[in-house]
């Protein structure tokens, strides 16, 4: 590990600043859960840190039943899933926040971090994609929204630009008669990285036999996790069944690009593509009539 | 009052050293400190094979906090020489060059300079600074095609031993042999049922949580002085004499605790590096491994190739067996394929055997030993061959290894004959137990059930030397000091057995692993050897020490020592029933009766350490679609001769087991084309955890081991041995498939299933 400076900006303005000034070689810290990791492996070379958990902004935690969640970037999972009304509000997220890395690591990681580590096998990030997400981010320029699906851009890259960092993120309040699952494939049963993790969100018809609409995301199979937007849309309008479901595993599959790797090969990353999806949409639908 | 008459053995107590390490007190390598303390890193090879055309360390040595940069030209040059490392001959020329690479680097990882600076991280910043110009060279790292006409050859004057003698070729076969008895051909003509199958196994390591370390100080006298993580420390002792050329009297070695060693820590790697850093810069030197070197650096057990081939009657009988083995030995001669030949077919009593055993280089760290060397792998093998036959013949697969299982008399394909063995008493117990006669229930989910069983043999290594030294407190505890380092509770159970001879309390022993210096020599902890060993030693100083208070006793009394009886741990005047006295009673007054009372006693027996053999069962259940396959129960049976503290053999067995299971689904060593491992850390290395678990469960068996006092065997590595063929006998009964690589990962599991229609 080589040596850095260390900041604590306590607002928006100052940790622009000084992200601005030092250009590339800083980099934002805020549950440390990768970054650390990444800086003592010589993973990762940095002139400046800067810890953004003094920013009354980045640890925001606030729901409105209309408006819906805000999130601070910083704010670790264990604190969104001890509040019960978000808790329940947003099972679908949930499902990720708690079972990034272990009880330890949720006390510090945050799902700011994760979409910011843009990691193809992020746990948080297809949930929030199917939750439709967005991102707020401040920089020189002010702030700007970008949804959750166009955030990453390559592994281990985002649409930030110097200077900028991510604030918070925000998700609509859920509406009737829908619900969100998220799960992933590993070998063993924690301390893992996701082989495959799907996330899909589904609004149901009144009486609950069609799907009124459905948004899919699938994790671990391209350069970055990847909103198949395709699959959801086959979704709309057809009847909660077998077929129309498998139909949608059908297309993540088809839309799954992955490597082969130490944690799968190609081809059954994408056989387990099919199988998640098909399973997530059954526990989305399962949750939607709950 | 324990069963068999005994007091203290077969009790629980708490171990000795517990407290301290649950508390986080005890004293492990990576916390040692001292004044003026350097910190030292290692330059590894980024090639599986390349020639060393120069290092150039002025870069390096030019950085302001380097204090020191050495290579393998620091170290003397030694002439091939072969030496007992415990569980393991080595040859020490390559040892050495295993330190630090001399001429040519053999798999990545190798290390090729050592530096010494002001803290680690300029350490790790200099070991960059460091230019090493290779010549690469091409590289092989599977097995059988490091056979191959052709292949790279790692050693060029390496010439193929075949059936004992060398011969001219040149080749990565370092070794060929061969056992043979009775004639297997005409053993296969006798048979109605003959299978043979061809298997796989990949690198796993032991995977030890405390990763290696040594802190090295080379004094002004040229005293030199470690502190380590060891299974032996006269072991590293003699390995440091020999690759730093220089007396045994020069070197002490002192064994800190130790967090795993599962047989990879007795070969010395950092220690002779820390040496000569500190000798140079007359400074202490620590050195301490990270994940990735302990991967990729030192000695994991070898990936392997197995055709064997089994042949029954249609009564049930095994009449011929025939097994090729290779083992991939690593960079240098030395795979466990020889264990693995005397373990394969070792629970069975068949009259026609022959065994091939191969040792071959390949471009991947020198293998060392794991938990019954070599046996895992021969019986993934042999265990789901005989399961295959069972079911051919339509006979329970445990009825079968009862019908014809080795006993008392029954020759192993090696050569020796067994002593009192408790192979089938060990496999009728699995067969008895509740959780082989219930029944398995059928999933509800979705998902398919089998259960599967499997046996295993480990040699356990015979005594070995042990030296044990003893001083009476007056107050009648002892202060018990050993050269056997603790991996596996061996305090308590050593100290036990001295209690019993004695007549004492566990607690009353206080027992101290020392260093070399302060004990006399001390085998490895290893080979299963411990309480066995240092046990019959603990007994004998025992004996030493009835003796030594009869006379004291005599000396008070003024009574003949002869006629003094010692029973029920009392010693008493034949003759006047006034003259008597526990131990305690007798110490405090001992010592004004000819000085303290210490006793020093050192052993070697030649009896059999006893041989260990254990029946596993195992129930699963795996999803189809995407080949998980989780454990729903798990028991383990064995023969442990006599358990001297039960909760300790039982940790064996479990952990044993838990390391069987991670060999057997998950764990590899996996290669890239380029002859690099891609999941040198503990998130792609797949362990299992504890939520991957089932608590597991243990049936001991005791069959009293004839050459111990108390009839104690080795416990601690044929736990190890039956699960992944156990595994794999249970993902066929749930599935119909049959699985014969290692390991059944979900990726293999899932391809196996859709290609096969389980
Ligand atoms: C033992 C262990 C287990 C893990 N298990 C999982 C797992 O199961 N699933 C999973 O998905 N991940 C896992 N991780 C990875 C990690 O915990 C998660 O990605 C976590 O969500 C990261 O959050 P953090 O707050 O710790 O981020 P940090 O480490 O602080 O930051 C991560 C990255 O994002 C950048 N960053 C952080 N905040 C901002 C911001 N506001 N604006 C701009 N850039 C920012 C940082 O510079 C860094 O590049 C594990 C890690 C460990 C050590």
């Not at chain 2, 360390?57 to 940069?69: K, L, N, Q």
């Not at chain 2, 356990?460 to 030296?467: D, E, I, T, V």
């Not at chain 2, 003949?560 to 405090?588: C, M, T, W």
Request: hydrophobic share 40%; glycine share 10%.
């Amino acid at each position: 590990m080589h040596a850095f400076d260390y900041a604590t900006p306590e607002s928006v303005a100052d940790a622009v600043v000084m992200l601005s000034d030092q250009g590339k070689n800083a980099c934002v810290l805020a549950g440390g859960t990768d970054l650390i990791v990444q800086l003592r492996e010589n993973r990762r070379r940095t002139d400046l840190v800067v810890d953004v958990k003094r920013i009354a902004e980045l640890n925001a935690l606030s729901y409105d039943a209309a408006t819906g969640v805000t999130i601070g970037a910083a704010v670790p999972c264990y604190r969104i899933y001890g509040d019960a009304e978000i808790a329940a509000a947003y099972p679908g997220l949930m499902d990720a926040a708690r079972l990034v890395g272990g009880t330890g690591i949720q006390g510090r990681a945050s799902l700011g971090g994760n979409l910011c580590n843009a990691s193809p096998a992020g746990d948080t990030i297809p949930p929030m994609i199917v939750l439709s997400g967005e991102a707020e981010i401040a920089g020189p320029n002010g702030t700007r929204k970008v949804a959750v699906e166009d955030f990453c851009t390559a592994p281990g890259r985002t649409v930030l630009e110097v200077g900028e960092f991510l604030v918070s993120l925000h998700f609509p309040a859920p509406v009737p008669n829908s619900g969100a699952f998220y799960r992933r494939f590993i070998p063993r049963n924690e301390m893992d990285i996701a082989v495959v993790g799907v996330g899909a969100s589904v609004v149901l018809s009144e009486d609950r036999s069609s799907f009124v609409s459905a948004r899919i995301a699938v994790g671990a199979v391209a350069p970055t996790p990847l909103f198949v937007r395709e699959a959801g849309d086959a979704l709309a309008g057809q009847p909660v069944s077998d077929e129309s479901i498998q139909r949608a595993a059908d297309l993540a599959r088809d839309a799954a690009r992955p490597i082969s790797d130490m944690r799968g090969t190609a081809e059954y990353r994408k056989h387990l593509t099919s199988v998640l999806t098909r399973r997530v949409v059954e526990g989305a639908v399962q949750r939607a009539k709950e | 009052m324990s069963q068999n008459g005994h007091k203290v053995i077969g009790t629980r107590p708490i171990r000795h050293d517990g407290v301290d390490k649950v508390t986080g007190r005890a004293i492990y390598g990576a916390d040692i400190q001292l004044t003026g303390l350097l910190h030292g890193a290692i330059k590894r090879s980024p090639h599986p094979h390349a020639r060393i055309k120069n290092i150039d360390t002025s870069r390096a040595e030019a950085h302001p906090g380097v204090r020191a940069v050495v290579t393998a030209h620091d170290l003397p040059q030694i002439a091939d020489k072969l030496a007992d490392l415990g569980e393991a001959i080595v040859n020490l020329r390559d040892a050495s060059n295993n330190v630090l690479a001399y001429g040519k680097v053999l798999y990545k990882g190798h290390a090729v300079s050592g530096v010494a600076a002001i803290n680690l991280h300029v350490a790790q910043e200099a070991v960059e600074l460091i230019d090493v110009e290779y010549e690469v060279l091409p590289h092989v790292t599977g097995v059988l095609e490091a056979m191959e006409d052709g292949a790279p050859i790692l050693h060029e004057d390496m010439k193929t031993t075949s059936m004992g003698e060398e011969t001219d070729k040149v080749s990565n076969v370092a070794n060929h042999f061969q056992h043979k008895m009775g004639e297997p051909d005409d053993g296969f003509a006798e048979a109605d049922v003959v299978i043979e199958r061809e298997f796989t196994t990949q690198t796993v390591h032991q995977g030890y949580i405390e990763t290696h370390n040594a802190t090295a100080h080379w004094n002004e006298e040229g005293q030199l002085t470690i502190w380590t993580s060891t299974q032996g420390a006269f072991s590293v002792r003699d390995q440091m004499s020999e690759i730093l050329q220089m007396p045994v009297s020069k070197v002490k070695i002192v064994p800190l605790e130790i967090g795993g060693g599962f047989g990879g820590k007795i070969s010395v790697y950092l220690d002779p590096v820390a040496a000569l850093l500190s000798k140079r810069t007359g400074h202490p030197v620590k050195m301490t491994m990270t994940r990735d070197e302990v991967f990729e650096g030192t000695g994991p057990t070898p990936g392997s190739y197995l055709k064997v081939k089994m042949g029954a009657t249609s009564d049930g009988r095994l009449t011929a067996a025939t097994a090729y083995m290779a083992y991939e030995a690593g960079a240098y001669p030395g795979s466990p394929v020889g264990a693995g030949a005397g373990c394969i077919f070792t629970p069975y009593d068949i009259p026609n055997v022959q065994i091939d055993g191969y040792d071959v280089c390949v471009n991947k760290p020198k293998t060392n030993a794991y938990r019954a060397p070599g046996a895992t792998n021969a019986a993934y093998a042999t265990e789901t061959v005989v399961d295959e036959i069972s079911e051919k013949l339509g006979v329970d697969p445990l009825e079968f290894r009862v019908k014809n299982g080795a006993k008392e008399g029954t020759r192993r394909a090696d050569g020796p004959v067994h002593p009192r063995i408790g192979c089938i008493e060990t496999t009728e117990a699995a067969l008895n137990s509740e959780h082989y006669r219930s029944s398995l229930a059928k999933s509800g989910n979705g998902k398919v059930r089998g259960r599967g069983v499997a046996s295993g043999y480990w040699f356990n290594f015979n005594g070995g030397r042990s030296a044990i030294s003893v001083s009476i407190n007056p107050d009648g505890t002892i202060n018990m000091l050993e050269g056997s380092t603790d991996i596996g509770g061996t305090r308590a159970s050593i100290a036990m057995q001295l209690a019993e001879t004695i007549g004492l309390e566990a607690t009353d022993i206080k027992p101290y692993v020392v260093d070399t210096d302060s004990i006399g020599y001390t085998d490895v902890t290893g080979g299963s050897r411990t309480t066995f060993g240092t046990g019959y030693a603990a007994h004998a100083t025992g004996q030493a020490l009835i003796r030594e208070m009869k006379e004291r006793a005599s000396k008070l009394w003024d009574v003949p020592a002869d006629a003094i009886d010692f029973e029920d741990g009392v010693f008493s005047y034949r003759d006047d029933a006034e003259k008597r006295g526990s131990f305690k009673e007798l110490a405090s007054q001992a010592g004004d009766a000819g000085g303290p009372v210490v006793a020093q006693v050192s052993t070697n027996p030649d009896g059999s350490g006893g041989g260990a053999f254990a029946t596993h069962v195992v129930d699963v259940e795996i999803d189809r679609e995407t080949g998980k396959v989780d454990i729903l129960r798990y028991t383990a049976v064995q023969d442990a001769g006599t358990a001297i503290h039960p909760s300790y053999v039982e940790g064996q067995m479990q952990g044993g087991v838990v390391q069987g299971i991670g060999w057997g689904l998950n764990e590899e060593y996996i290669y890239n084309d380029e002859g690099s491992m891609t999941n040198a850390s503990f998130l792609d290395y797949r362990m299992p955890t504890t939520l991957d678990l089932p608590m597991i469960e243990t049936i001991i068996v005791e069959v009293p081991n004839e050459s111990h006092p108390y009839g104690v065997r080795g416990v601690g590595e044929v736990p190890i041995v039956p699960p992944p063929a156990a595994l794999a006998n249970a993902i066929y009964d749930a599935t119909g498939v049959r699985l014969r690589d290692l390991p059944m990962s979900p990726p293999r599991v899932q391809k196996a299933l859709a290609e096969n229609g389980g």
